[in-house]
């Protein structure tokens, strides 16, 4: 075990180690980032506390999670602060958006997780015949838990949660885009846990490229796919096992016969909660050719509906929320441009505060793709349309860029619907809505290829987290090989030739 003492200096004892007593000194975070050697022993604790962990029980685990969850009951408030302060969320949204999706994957693991921890029994074929089997999911055992910024809380927590479903321990490093969040987090993680058990790490890349040398047993990245292929990459030096959570340019396919009020009200609240920020958001729209004004016509109203109904500016919304930073704030007013000058037209926004970093939710026609907001996943409120000419056309065009993240698709007809969905490849598909699927605990969530690797939420979290191991269980006695093993004489070829023809 270890035990904390929250002086300037934070001191680690080791106790019943099968290395010497020792006592490690590790500066706090907000004096020196700790070293390499310090996150070494940092890891090599919860190596400890993971091998004691193998044997937990579902009431253990979920004793973890109750804590979580009372945690922020107590100190929701704090969260929306928190938010508030490092990006302008608005309060409802991080209700929404941060704290459910938490608060609903604890009470989903709470509820489920007698049955995910029981062993599966399974068939038995033929050939393995007086054999019993059974899948015993056991923890992996020390996990690396890499969050992004855009849903700080939401995105760091609920890994966690898997984490300590399955029986991990976890090293969590939150962005450092959102330093109120993460001394939230920080402080949460600090009173709920000792470091041997869970353990937070504040720093900038550095801190994340040491942690990425380390042996972990798992590691849980959400971020973009350039970086994801770093973490893919320092993975495989220590052969660790990753859940990559990407992103990727989620396309929004409107067919001929969508309702076209309804699928605007829907892209609209998809696309600019949390300002476009979002992994999962429309990233851009294939409307038919006949549908595009109309689409347009109805996207305008559903913005003046949700966030400017008294006709002052959607500046003065108090439910827009702000760009992270300068850096993406500038990122994106240069992506109008470069649209702007090379032939997009403007048909809603287009105006920007630098001051308050504010963009206005901005609908582009006209874009091609020799224009950055076609090249490169927009993250943010900009929201480029495309006409096609058939079905067709749209596929192909989704199918001539990376596997997004999600695929979006309205349309009544059920024969073009399933065509969609045979013949295009995204992590999960939503029909006639936009980033629901998030919310669904009992949906696989992540990508494919270029948008990720693995998935999340609910039992699939957990499974990230577990090793799926085979018990195979023998008679004694009794040897369903015996007459296989050499000398190979010619009544061993004969079952050969039978198990090859018949299993």
């Known amino acids: 075990m270890i035990t904390l003492f929250?002086?300037?200096?934070?001191?680690?004892?080791?106790?019943?180690?099968?290395e010497p007593s020792r006592i490690v000194k590790m500066l706090k975070h907000k004096s020196k980032a700790p070293s390499t050697i310090n996150l070494d022993i940092l890891l090599q604790s919860q190596k400890l506390t993971s091998l004691a962990w193998r044997t937990s029980t579902a009431m253990e685990r979920i004793a973890h999670l109750k804590k979580i969850g009372s945690w922020i009951?107590?100190?929701?408030?704090?969260?929306?602060?928190?938010?508030?302060?490092?990006?302008?969320?608005?309060?409802?949204?991080?209700?929404?958006?941060?704290?459910?999706?938490?608060?609903a994957e604890i009470n989903h693991s709470i509820k489920n997780l007698k049955k995910w921890m029981k062993p599966n029994s399974v068939p038995t074929p033929l050939p393995m015949l007086g054999t019993s089997s059974k899948i015993y999911l056991e923890p992996k055992g020390t996990s690396l838990i890499i969050s992004p910024w855009?849903?700080?809380?939401?995105?760091?927590?609920?890994?966690?949660?898997s984490a300590l479903s399955a029986g991990c321990t976890a090293i969590i490093k939150p962005s450092e885009m959102t330093p109120h969040t993460s001394d939230l987090v920080s402080t949460m993680i600090s009173e709920l846990f000792d470091p041997s058990e869970v353990a937070v790490v504040l720093g900038e890349v550095e801190i994340s490229t040491e942690l990425l040398k380390l042996p972990f047993d798992h590691i849980f990245f959400t971020g973009s796919p350039s970086v994801g292929k770093i973490v893919m990459k320092a993975a495989a030096a220590n052969l660790t096992s990753v859940t990559l959570e990407l992103g990727g340019k989620s396309p929004v396919i409107l067919n001929e016969d969508a309702d076209l009020t309804d699928a605007a009200e829907k892209i609209i609240w998809g696309k600019y909660v949390n300002c476009g920020q979002t992994c999962i958001a429309p990233d851009y729209i294939l409307v038919h050719e006949?549908?595009?004004?109309?689409?347009?016509?109805?996207?305008?109203?559903?913005?003046?509906?949700?966030?400017?109904p008294d006709y002052k500016g959607i500046e003065k919304s108090p439910d827009m929320a702000r760009i992270i930073n300068d850096k993406h704030f500038k990122r994106l007013t240069?992506?109008?441009?470069?649209?702007?000058?090379?032939?997009?037209?403007?048909?809603?926004?287009?105006?920007?505060?630098?001051?308050?970093?504010?963009?206005?939710?901005?609908?582009?026609?006209?874009v091609n793709n020799d224009m950055q907001v076609m090249q490169e996943e927009i993250f943010g409120p900009i929201l480029?349309?495309?006409?096609?000419?058939?079905?067709?056309?749209?596929?192909?065009?989704?199918?001539?860029?990376?596997?997004?993240?999600?695929?979006?698709?309205?349309g009544k007809n059920s024969e073009q619907t399933s065509k969609v969905l045979r013949?295009?490849?995204?992590?999960?598909?939503?029909?006639?809505?936009?980033?629901?699927?998030?919310?669904?605990?009992?949906?696989?969530?992540?990508?494919?290829?270029?948008?990720?690797?693995?998935?999340?939420?609910?039992?699939?979290?957990?499974?990230?987290?577990?090793?799926?191991?085979?018990?195979?269980k023998q008679r004694v006695g009794i040897n369903n090989v015996t007459l296989l093993r050499p000398p190979y004489g010619i009544k061993a070829k004969q079952i050969i030739a039978s198990?090859?023809?018949w299993f």
Do not use: W
């Open 6 to 18: 929250p002086e300037k200096y934070l001191y680690i004892k080791f106790i019943d180690s099968p």
């Open 290 to 308: 006949s549908q595009q004004e109309k689409l347009i016509m109805e996207m305008k109203v559903a913005l003046q509906k949700m966030y400017d």
């Open 499 to 501: 198990l090859i023809k």
């Open 73 to 103: 009951k107590d100190n929701q408030q704090a969260i929306r602060e928190a938010l508030k302060n490092d990006f302008g969320k608005p309060e409802a949204e991080t209700d929404l958006s941060e704290i459910f999706p938490v608060t």
């Open 150 to 161: 855009n849903y700080p809380f939401n995105l760091t927590i609920g890994p966690l949660i």
């Open 334 to 366: 240069q992506t109008i441009e470069d649209a702007l000058s090379e032939g997009a037209a403007l048909v809603f926004g287009g105006k920007y505060t630098p001051l308050t970093r504010y963009i206005d939710p901005t609908i582009l026609t006209n």
């Open 384 to 410: 480029p349309i495309l006409s096609y000419s058939s079905l067709e056309n749209a596929i192909a065009y989704v199918n001539s860029k990376p596997k997004p993240l999600a695929l979006y698709y309205f």
């Open 423 to 472: 013949e295009t490849s995204s992590g999960n598909t939503v029909i006639n809505d936009c980033v629901l699927h998030f919310l669904h605990l009992e949906l696989p969530f992540g990508g494919v290829n270029n948008s990720g690797i693995g998935k999340a939420h609910g039992y699939h979290g957990f499974l990230a987290f577990s090793n799926e191991k085979g018990v195979l």
